[in-house]
């Protein structure tokens, strides 16, 4: 069975920070490229971060760059995302998900796997 599983989610103030991991199987994770994603309220689902099946490329949007470093831990089959100077449109649950080869993809339609997501909440 494939379960992704976020963490590390919680409410903080403008211009603090939060670390989000994920737990994937073993079997997906060692093969696959990560993503993550976020969606607010009344807004479509955007792309967030996403990272190669060796670490080796990582990509990110605009809106989180110099801000948000994703990682990977291939050994605890756990993909990371640290997220720095949280600004309150950064609300949003944060998903994350594996991907059907080894190359990351900013296109949701690139993952075949998905976790339940974890709340991020920034006052402001």
């Known amino acids: 069975q494939v379960q992704l599983v976020e963490s590390g989610g919680g409410l903080v103030q403008a211009g603090g920070s939060l670390r989000l991991s994920c737990a994937a199987s073993?079997?997906?994770?060692?093969?696959?490229?990560m993503g993550w994603f976020r969606q607010a309220p009344g807004k479509e689902r955007e792309f967030v971060a996403t990272i190669s099946r060796s670490a080796s490329t990582t990509y990110y949007p605009d809106s989180v760059k110099g801000r948000f470093t994703v990682s990977r831990d291939n050994a605890k089959n756990t993909v990371f995302l640290q997220m720095i100077s949280l600004k309150p449109e950064d609300t949003a649950v944060y998903y994350c998900?594996?991907?059907?080869?080894?190359?990351?993809?900013?296109?949701?339609?690139?993952?075949?796997?998905w976790g339940q997501g974890t709340q991020v909440t920034v006052s402001s």
């Open positions: 998900a594996a991907g059907r080869s080894a190359y990351p993809s900013s296109r949701a339609d690139s993952y075949d796997y």
């Open positions: 073993r079997r997906t994770f060692s093969t696959s490229a």
